[in-house]
């Protein structure tokens, strides 16, 4: 199938099949199909989402070994990578929270390790909800869980939770793939908002791998929707294997958006402005813990603040 013909099923409102995804992801960046593909999911973000841009802010609450011990993760509790552990306090993480709201995030997620204790966690969730604004979605990043547990999130003021199936899982993470599955019907189940991502793609990734992920997330609906490159830390695993290019990035990012079609935002991580002229608008800000990073409060390494993410929203002309 042609590209005009792919291009043109997409601006007919159909939906994309795996092959012509396939040939989308093939076109080489030096072609002038490549931007062809780029305008129109920067077009396509910007007339649905009425040209707004979003900044979510992550706040990793602990930085300590991880008995997953996913190969890509500077937490991993066999290759621990970061420079201290800790687990953050309450009033640490309340203090953060005003500070992050008085810069105007949009959405807050809150990050632990798979091995967080589910109650105190729980928590900590119901002192953040206290303060935050009544509009503000609240995100859980948490290990795998049961409906149970999925409810209790929701109970506590939680709207959403950010769960996925990693690229490879099950091969370079220890937990099988119909456990992660399990998760997000749980999530699903108890009405709360999935966000989704396929990630974390890297050089040995094939693209047929990336676009089921792709059609994964499409069949749950997702409003929300992101790929990430792998950032290869040292000491951990797969740090040999390097990572792709932000050219790349930026063509996975506007295929997923063509693909997946998400009601409310399209996200690229880590950031690269590249990335804001291909269907992205929403950009992360990172607090604490982040396993893309070997210093374990990011925001003093890799971690942008929300006034940077919007600094840079603001210079590709998106609305803040």
Request: charged share 25%.
């Amino acid at each position: 199938m042609s590209i005009d013909s792919i291009l043109n099923d997409v601006m007919n409102g159909n939906l994309l099949q795996k092959t012509e995804a396939l040939e989308l992801l093939s076109v080489p960046s030096s072609s002038e199909d490549f931007y062809r593909i780029l305008s129109l999911a920067n077009q396509m973000t910007r007339e649905k989402f009425n040209n707004k841009g979003y900044v979510f802010a992550q706040i990793g609450l602990n930085a300590e070994p991880c008995s997953v011990d996913c190969k890509f993760c500077s937490l991993g509790k066999n290759h621990y990578a970061m420079e201290s552990t800790w687990k953050k306090d309450p009033n640490t993480v309340l203090e953060e929270v005003r500070h992050l709201i008085k810069q105007g995030m949009d959405d807050l997620f809150l990050m632990t390790t798979a091995d967080y204790p589910k109650d105190e966690y729980l928590e900590m969730a119901k002192k953040i909800k206290s303060i935050l604004p009544d509009q503000m979605r609240f995100v859980a990043n948490i290990g795998d869980f049961e409906f149970e547990t999925a409810s209790n999130l929701r109970e506590v003021g939680f709207t959403g939770a950010y769960h996925i199936k990693r690229l490879r899982e099950g091969i370079d993470t220890t937990i099988v793939p119909e456990v992660r599955i399990s998760t997000m019907e749980a999530i699903k189940k108890a009405g709360l908002e999935l966000y989704y991502c396929v990630e974390p793609i890297g050089p040995e990734h094939s693209y047929d791998e990336i676009v089921d992920e792709m059609i994964r997330a499409r069949d749950y609906n997702v409003g929300v929707m992101a790929v990430m490159r792998r950032i290869p830390v040292p000491g951990t695993p797969l740090f040999e294997k390097g990572q792709i290019s932000s050219i790349e990035l930026t063509k996975i990012a506007a295929v997923t958006r063509l693909v997946t079609m998400p009601h409310r935002a399209m996200n690229a991580h880590e950031t690269t402005q590249m990335t804001l002229i291909a269907g992205v608008n929403q950009l992360y800000a990172e607090v604490g813990a982040n396993p893309r990073d070997n210093i374990s409060s990011t925001e003093n390494n890799r971690g942008l603040t929300v006034e940077d993410a919007k600094k840079l929203l603001a210079d590709s002309e998106f609305e803040v």
